[in-house]
């Protein structure tokens, strides 16, 4: 995961649904490095090598490994430990944010979001 500028923070977007990937891409590219990931599996292949994002946006339900098993694999990484986490999934309720927050996420949005409080929640968390 190298970068080409880095004056600006990376992010890692791992969602397995290509056009909620392209719409966070095209929301946060004019101030972020983004590098994507379109599920668990290659998420923890790109996060295994390079320089840690400076945050993770992932979704929860994803094939191969899911966005909690990527969040408790990365907080027992002492390089990737103090990445923050948002996580961005359609599994409502209480008990579902309960388990996205124990395992390590920092924020836990439900889809369908509103871009603009995505942006708003990225910005105050790499500010």
Excluded: C, W
């Amino acid at each position: 995961m190298s970068t080409s500028d880095s004056s600006r923070k990376r992010i890692l977007v791992v969602e397995d649904d290509e056009a909620v990937r392209k719409l966070i891409t095209k929301a946060l590219e004019s101030r972020y490095e983004i590098v994507d990931a379109a599920d668990g599996l290659i998420a923890t292949e790109l996060l295994s090598v390079g320089t840690a994002p400076d945050l993770v946006i992932a979704d929860i339900m994803m094939p191969h490994v899911d966005g909690l098993t990527l969040t408790r694999l990365m907080k027992s990484d002492p390089r990737l430990s103090r990445v923050p986490v948002i996580f961005l999934t359609a599994r409502t309720g209480a008990d579902a944010m309960i388990r996205g927050i124990q395992a390590g996420a920092k924020h836990y949005m439900e889809k369908p979001f509103v871009v603009a409080n995505l942006v708003a929640r990225v910005h105050q968390i790499l500010k």
